[in-house]
């Protein structure tokens, strides 16, 4: 239980944290972050030895995750036409 509530925290502040990162550097830049930290975290959880240690990459798993969706929808608004958008999103989604 300990171990989902740190991935879950996580995903919640990184919704909040993503979004205004995407904002203030871009989609592009803001996706690549975000898949930067998933990756790195994906990987730290084959280098975990205990409790805390998978806890830690599952955190991490959450901030890297949450950044998916403020990324993508950013990217969808700037880069499609409107009538487009609902598409493009269903795709990434």
Known sequence: ANIIFCFQLAYAIGYV????????????????VAIVIWTG?????????GITSFALARFGLGIGEAGNFPAG???????????????????FN
Request: hydrophobic fraction near 50%; charge should be positive.
């Open 17 to 32: 944290g993503f979004g205004r990162i995407v904002d203030l550097i871009g989609a592009r830049v803001g996706y690549a």
């Open 41 to 49: 975290s994906h990987m730290a959880h084959g280098l975990a030895s």
């Open 73 to 91: 929808i950013k990217a969808v608004t700037e880069w499609f036409p409107q009538r487009e958008r609902a598409y493009a999103i269903g795709l």
